[in-house]
């Protein structure tokens, strides 16, 4: 990476889950399909990239292998909480992909299991509980940065 990019959480988080096939897998996932059988079927992935994406996210510690059944050994890929902490992100490009590409309406409704309203995704201040627009957000170099803000 180049230096601009050495420090940014968006490029690392891109090395992860930033190509197509990965963040369709793992919406796959989180819909509840765990087993490689599955997930090739719902996707039409082709069975060598579906191993490598899987492989690659178990590696990251996103996903977990976990066998479901001894003869013949099989296993299914189950969320980390590294992985769950995921689900926000996905939430967000999908609403921003309902907006921007859906014509005709969402093609999937999330909703509060529990309630049955739909969810809805917004960047709030912890503090005041305001929601906030893109631009009302500021940043600053963080205790990871080596750049550091002078007194």
Known sequence: MDSGTDQCSIAATLDVVGDR??????????????RFGQIHDELGIARNLLTDRLAKLVGSGVLEKVPYQDRPMRHEYRLTAKGADLSPALI??????????????????????????????DV???????????GQIASRPGPGSTVHESN
């Open 92 to 121: 967000a490009l999908m609403g921003w992909g309902d907006r921007w590409y859906a014509s005709d309406g969402p093609p999937t409704i999330l909703f509060h299991q529990e309630c049955g309203h739909r969810l809805e995704l």
């Open 21 to 34: 096939w990965t963040l369709l897998i793992l919406r796959t996932i989180f819909r509840g399909q765990r």
């Open 124 to 134: 709030r201040c912890p503090q005041c509980d305001t929601a906030l627009r893109p």
